[in-house]
């Protein structure tokens, strides 16, 4: 167990960060408002009509903030008659310009409009991803540059009431930055710092603040890491906008949204949020809403808002920091940095079949006589008291309560599951691998002094509340501080009738444990409620979205807007028509090159749009095919990837 800094008001109970109240607008974000929902328009900014109409439906749809792209002074002067003419159709919904690489078009639009968003790493500073080596006098005199450039929208911002997001991008980086501190969280840290300071010199605290990336463990890290640097500065706590960057379309793109965005929510942080889709805006607009409806409803009930400066350290079995996966005994295919092991849930049927491991991921072919087990087939099922008949897949393992196990003569890749006074009552080994149910007030000594005697026991910690995620958490810390290495699966009983509430409360919840390395498996018990095929398929795009466990082609795809060179959905679809067999290969679609090579920068293969009709084409982080038309692109990406040797036939 080490101290740690703190970066959240704590980690056993929820307790939203206390972060200042600014103004945008008529709209207050902050810990002492609700937790805000925001989109960014997809239109060309020129287009006016277009652009207004959009916007409304956003607003209709829920959104509290419309972020409208402007990359030149031309779109910058085109917001006042947007937003004139969103007024004059009855919207006061606050409007935000976003702002890369010009200056000119942040110090317009921000006499017009209620917000700017600027991006350290390229409002003022240099990325032409070169290798240079910054003198500490190089260093310093780059940052004087900086602030002489950026200090004139610090005033006028101030002058005018105008709210600022600071708004660090993993993907865009600046040079001087990467010579530095690397491609790190704490590069995305010191990227906004360096603004927040010339903010601050000149008093004015109208700020957000946001550390974004597509990987959702550096975006975890980059804010955690980001509030203890504010509290160790002595700096104001400043609101946080949160927001998986290029998270994708569908489930997987709202999976791991929810896993990135729900992981900060639960440790208190997070005043304003927006879910980026590779979709029309408003559609991401009831997927922010769900994803936030349950923190509102926490921080209202208790109405607990906590200062982390009150709170000197935090106790860990891992550096929140940092985190990586937890070193736990290796018992068969489970624990000691096996991959977490996914248990299917079928105790709802009164009968079971060879059929109903179909959902599960397994096949059997009658004329063959063999099973066909998928990327996302379960590791385990747990069939309760119904013995299975059939011969079941060499890959599978059957989980069974323990009264019925033990009356199963040839237990052959069948286990027992006991519960708490089970476990108490035996002493011997019961077999190579046994689970022990437990509830998260069960830690009593007793309990934690037997495990420490088994070897193959296997903890299945069972998720009872609402905010048991963090007595969660804290068990597991209790466990690791005892010295217990047993691996812990986290059993969470769903009750939510729509697939999206289904998909986001489980990956906020079982994501911030998976994203923190504490866990070695998932089991979801789904009541019946939703289909088996989706509570399976959920529990491995969980898994994806936190890098513990790779089962598919993973697509980063930016969620488009004004910029954007090409049809980023109907792009993605036609890539991932073909390519979505190529397991554990990631590709990145960018609709422009704003974040593009650096947001994909852990991608393997890149398509990135950087003219009309202009398409580049990546390995890693390398240009290797330049401006290929868009009607080949799709062909050309496949031969890259079968020049590369990544490339496999369908099955």
């Not at 999976?255 to 889709?277: E, F, H, P, Y």
């Not at 708490?420 to 998260?440: G, I, P």
Request: hydrophobic share 35%; proline share 4%; charged share 20%.
């Amino acid at each position: 167990m080490k101290a740690y800094k703190p970066y959240c008001p704590s980690i056993n109970e929820y307790k939203r960060l206390q972060t200042n109240l600014i103004t945008c607008g008529n709209l207050t974000i902050g810990s002492a408002a609700p937790i805000r929902v925001q989109s960014m328009t997809t239109t060309d900014t020129m287009d006016t009509k277009a652009t207004v109409a959009q916007s409304i439906r956003m607003i209709e749809a829920g959104c509290e903030l419309v972020r409208i792209t402007a990359p030149s002074i031309n779109e910058a002067k085109k917001l006042e008659v947007i937003k004139n003419e969103i007024r004059a159709a009855g919207y006061q919904t606050p409007l935000a310009a976003d702002i890369h690489y010009t200056p000119n078009a942040a110090e317009y639009a921000a006499r017009i409009v209620e917000k700017v968003r600027i991006n350290p790493g390229n409002y003022a500073d240099k990325k032409k991803s070169e290798n240079f080596e910054y003198t500490n006098y190089e260093y310093e005199q780059e940052l004087e540059r900086i602030r002489a450039k950026f200090l004139p929208l610090v005033k006028i911002c101030k002058e005018y009431g105008t709210a600022m997001r600071i708004g660090t991008n993993h993907g865009s980086l600046s040079d001087r930055i990467l010579s530095r501190y690397g491609d790190t969280p704490l590069g995305m840290v010191q990227s906004a710092l360096e603004y927040i300071k010339i903010c601050e010199d000149e008093n004015y605290h109208n700020i957000v603040l946001s550390m974004k990336a597509s990987n959702t463990k550096v975006m975890v890290a980059s804010y955690r890491l980001l509030v203890q640097q504010l509290i160790e500065n002595n700096s104001l706590i400043y609101p946080l906008h949160l927001g998986v960057t290029e998270a994708g379309d569908g489930e997987d793109g709202r999976i791991k949204s929810a896993v990135g965005i729900g992981a900060l929510l639960q440790d208190g942080l997070g005043d304003t949020v927006r879910v980026s889709l590779t979709e029309e805006p408003e559609f991401e607009m009831p997927v922010a809403i769900e994803l936030v409806k349950q923190y509102n409803a926490w921080h209202n009930k208790k109405n607990q808002i906590q200062n982390t400066q009150q709170q000197e350290t935090i106790n860990l079995c891992y550096n929140p920091y940092e985190p990586e996966r937890q070193k736990t005994a290796a018992i068969l295919n489970i624990g000691n940095q096996q991959v977490p092991r996914v248990v299917g849930d079928l105790s709802h049927l009164s009968k079971i079949a060879a059929s109903n491991l179909f959902s599960l991921g397994y096949q059997y072919s009658v004329p063959l006589d063999k099973w066909n087990i998928a990327d996302v087939a379960c590791d385990y099922v747990f069939v309760e008291n119904n013995q299975v008949s059939f011969e079941i897949p060499g890959t599978l393992g059957l989980i069974y309560n323990y009264n019925t196990w033990k009356n199963i003569k040839t237990p052959i890749r069948q286990y027992p599951i006991l519960n708490q006074s089970e476990f108490l009552l035996k002493d011997a080994q019961l077999s190579e691998l046994f689970f022990v149910q437990l509830t998260s007030n069960s830690f009593s000594p007793e309990i934690i002094s037997k495990l420490k005697k088994h070897s193959n026991a296997v903890l299945v910690l069972e998720l009872d509340n609402e905010t048991s995620i963090l007595q969660m958490r804290s068990n597991i810390n209790t466990l690791k501080q005892h010295n217990v290495i047993a691996p812990v699966i986290i059993k969470e009983t769903i009750h939510q009738t729509s697939e999206l509430e289904f998909q986001l409360s489980s990956s906020s919840t079982l994501g911030s444990l998976l994203l923190d390395g504490l866990i070695d498996g998932l089991w979801i018990n789904q009541q019946s409620y939703l289909p088996i095929n989706t509570v399976n398929k959920t529990a491995f795009g969980i898994l994806q979205a936190t890098r513990s466990r790779i089962s598919k082609t993973e697509y980063i795809s930016c969620p488009s807007c004004g910029r954007t060179l090409f049809d980023l959905q109907e792009t993605t679809q036609k890539i991932r028509a073909v390519t979505d067999h190529l397991k554990g290969i990631k590709i990145g679609i960018m609709g422009c090159i704003v974040n593009g090579p650096g947001e994909m920068a852990d991608a393997d293969y890149g398509y990135v749009g950087v003219g009309v009709d202009k398409i580049s084409l990546y390995k890693g982080k390398t240009v290797v095919k330049k401006n290929v038309p868009p009607s080949q692109a799709v062909n050309e990406l496949i031969n890259l990837i079968k020049e590369n040797g990544d490339w496999v036939n369908r099955n």
